[in-house]
């Protein structure tokens, strides 16, 4: 069983920045690909970024050159930086860990940008 806890959403204005962070526990040593996701309400969840095992990421986008995603292995800790957010960066966002069989989610944590 893996668990994955986001936090550091909160309140913030366009053009301001936050780090998100995901701690994992449990059995993590067969994850292989990590990354986040978001959610608007009434809107399909969408992928934000995307890092492997190797250090390989992938991004969305609309969230390229303004977001970076990066691990702390030794702390099992997923992280993402979020710089020059605007409004339409506002959703929950989730947590995401996977490995050969399994895909795992956190509870999510709200990010909202105010103009």
């Known amino acids: 069983q893996v668990q994955l806890v986001e936090s550091g959403g909160g309140l913030v204005q366009a053009g301001g920045s936050l780090r998100l962070s995901c701690a994992a526990s449990?059995?993590?040593?067969?994850?292989?690909?990590f990354g986040w996701d978001r959610q608007v309400p009434g809107k399909q969840r969408e992928l934000v970024a995307r890092i492997s095992s190797s250090g390989y990421t992938n991004y969305a986008d609309s969230v390229k050159g303004r977001f970076t995603i990066s691990r702390d292995n030794a702390k099992n800790t997923l992280y993402l930086q979020m710089n020059s957010l605007i409004p339409e960066d506002t959703a929950v966002y989730y947590c995401k860990a996977t490995e050969s069989v399994y895909a795992y989610w956190g509870q999510g944590t709200q990010v909202t940008v105010s103009s």
């Open positions: 449990g059995s993590t040593n067969s994850l292989h690909t």
